[in-house]
């Protein structure tokens, strides 16, 4: 089968060896490394879990990964993986591979399998600045999108068999390179989408532990830092480390390292280009772009809804051509402005700032129309400079209707914050 530009064979794969018979050639992470401490440990693991397990996922460095997310304390590895086989049992993981996704997933996911690094890891490119979050999330149940990333998970792992039995060694790990050209805080600030995205950074954390070799983030706006405020605090440690962050120079010369020539398309430092000379290989890297309308399900089937009346928010009324600047103080770094609003009728114009010096405004939220007549906006942002922050409603672009907006809008002291 064919997943993701690459041939994708379906069972567990087996050499016919024993479970200690593989030995690392240079291919393992230095976090990897298996001292006579971790080898004890590691045999104390395999006994607890061996008859949980197929031959394949019993070697060294695959218990080696448990271990690691569990600061080598065998009980809680055993817990954790147990937890991950139950997962995977209640979601039909094993079986995922064989799942047609919908359409617009396979068409609008950005995420493709470029090839592999000089050990045999399996490289992926996520175009995630060309992601259409809303759209997405629009157009398929939220459960749905989590299965086709699962589904992406679980075909790295089956490359991940495939190279172990060709190249002789453990290749228990992926390199992913996410290219942030074009992104900005939308990707993030709606709050489905931030929901959606951390559910998954958990669900990768508990499920795929040291599965991740390198992180490369590349073409990394100033705007970055606040998205990834959002994220670290569910990042294991370990995860932490091996992400690296690069503006708009300086990564490909970090990726020749890593990844040779032939198994890059072009545009991200390699060789390769699709038969027509495309740099970007669109053949076997889904590029994102905007989600066409006719995808979209119906409100009372997706994954989004309305504010009801009986909600306790404030109201604005918007003349023709008017805006209307909300201030508000975050005297903490880590606090969280979020919002909540929705427009009777028509769209509404709107925007996050943070006011500097002598009049300046630092651009957070760029101003853009919402349809927020049809569906509820939500977000936030975490503030990581205390000031004075500005929400903005505009309405200038229309010169026939005033507009009502209903909205929320709060500052959460770090204190206060609690994991949702």
Not at 185 to 195: I, S
Not at 326 to 351: A, C, N, Q
Not at 362 to 382: A, F
Request: with cysteine.
């Amino acid at each position: 089968m064919r997943l993701f530009g690459w041939e994708t064979t379906f069972g567990y794969g087996s050499s016919g060896s024993g479970p200690e018979s593989l030995e690392p050639e240079g291919g393992a992470d230095a976090n990897m490394e298996l001292t006579p401490e971790r080898k004890e440990a590691i045999s104390q693991f395999r006994e607890r879990v061996a008859p949980l397990l197929p031959p394949d996922q019993q070697h060294d460095h695959a218990l080696l990964q448990w271990l690691i997310a569990r600061s080598f304390n065998v009980d809680k590895a055993e817990q954790m993986l147990k937890k991950s086989l139950e997962w995977r049992r209640e979601l039909g993981v094993d079986t995922v591979l064989e799942w047609e996704a919908p359409e617009v997933l396979t068409k609008y996911y950005p995420v493709g399998m470029a090839g592999h690094n000089k050990t045999g890891c399996p490289v992926w490119v996520i175009p995630y600045g060309g992601c259409d979050m809303r759209g997405l999330l629009s157009s398929v149940k939220k459960a749905d999108y989590i299965r086709y990333t699962i589904q992406v998970l679980e075909a790295s792992r089956r490359d991940m068999q495939q190279q172990t039995q060709q190249l002789g060694w453990p290749v228990n790990q992926q390199c992913c390179i996410f290219d942030l050209d074009n992104f900005s805080l939308k990707h993030v600030t709606w709050k489905p989408a931030m929901d959606v995205i951390l559910e998954l950074v958990q669900l990768y954390e508990a499920n795929y532990p040291e599965f991740l070799k390198c992180a490369y983030v590349i073409n990394a706006p100033k705007v970055f830092t606040l998205a990834y405020a959002l994220i670290k605090p569910f990042l294991h440690e370990v995860t932490l480390k091996k992400i690296k962050i690069f503006g708009q120079s300086g990564w490909k010369e970090v990726l020749r390292q890593d990844i040779e020539p032939d198994q890059l398309p072009q545009h991200w430092g390699g060789s390769r280009t699709d038969p027509d000379g495309n740099p970007k290989c669109p053949s076997q890297i889904c590029l994102g772009g905007e989600v066409p309308k006719k995808y979209y399900l119906s409100l009372s089937k997706s994954n989004l809804s309305k504010l009801t009346e009986n909600d306790n928010l404030s109201s604005i009324t918007l003349s023709k051509g008017g805006k209307k600047r909300l201030k508000y103080e975050v005297k903490k770094p880590g606090s969280h402005l979020r919002w909540e609003f929705r427009t009777e009728d028509f769209d509404i114009g709107f925007g996050v700032s943070r006011k500097l010096k002598k009049g300046e405004e630092e651009v957070l939220v760029p101003l853009q129309r919402v349809n927020s007549q049809l569906v509820t906006e939500e977000g936030y942002l975490v503030c990581t400079e205390p000031g004075t922050y500005v929400v903005t409603f505009d309405n200038e672009f229309s010169y026939m209707r005033s507009k009502k907006v209903l909205y929320s809008v709060s500052v959460v002291k770090p204190d206060n914050l609690t994991e949702e």
